[in-house]
């Protein structure tokens, strides 16, 4: 299952129009552009991620079970543990999203998603810098960069090396 829009942004209007759609016909809506809202929307409203996590993990029929991050759909529900990782960081649990990413990076790996690796490594740089570890997130941001570069997206490999520089 491809993933709708993985860009680490979205312009306000563009999420606009993606709600909207969302809203309009969510019944038509497959599973895949689900995930991309809830992607797009885990720092917006993460309650709201949450709940389109809810609504993807009904309609992924043949995916494993949220937290089974084998099989054909890996990849997805690695995306979704890793939304969910973050909005744990957003929420101030630390300890929830450093498990939840580990999952996630873990099940990226097994899928050699590069892009998806990097997404973790790069949430767990802000967590170790969060958890007072400096020497982490050096590291974090390292691999990031080198994920980011084995996938290809320059914007994330700017914003990553930026990220190093202090």
């Known amino acids: 299952m491809?993933?709708?829009?993985?860009?680490?942004?979205?312009l306000d209007d563009a999420f606009r129009q993606r709600l909207h759609a969302l809203r309009a016909g969510l019944h038509q809506v497959d599973a895949a552009s689900l995930l991309g809202a809830a992607w797009h929307m885990r720092q917006r409203d993460p309650p709201r991620a949450l709940a389109i996590l809810?609504?993807?993990?009904?309609?992924?029929?043949?995916?494993?079970?949220?937290?089974?991050?084998?099989?054909?759909h890996g990849a997805s529900a690695a995306r979704a543990q890793l939304i969910r990782a973050e909005i744990a960081w957003l929420d101030g649990d630390l300890a929830g999203a450093e498990t939840a990413a580990a999952q996630a990076l873990a099940a990226f790996g097994r899928c050699d998603d590069a892009l998806g690796t990097g997404d973790c490594h790069w949430l767990r740089a802000h967590l170790a810098v969060d958890?007072?570890?400096?020497?982490?997130?050096?590291?974090?941001?390292?691999?990031?960069?080198a994920s980011f570069q084995r996938a290809g997206d320059p914007q994330r490999v700017r914003m990553a090396q930026a990220r190093g520089i202090y």
Do not use: C, M, T, Y
Request: no cysteine; net charge negative.
């Open 2 to 10: 491809a993933i709708e829009s993985l860009q680490v942004f979205e």
């Open 54 to 72: 809810d609504e993807w993990d009904r309609r992924s029929a043949g995916a494993p079970p949220a937290g089974d991050l084998h099989g054909p």
């Open 131 to 145: 958890q007072g570890n400096p020497k982490q997130r050096g590291a974090e941001i390292d691999q990031a960069v």
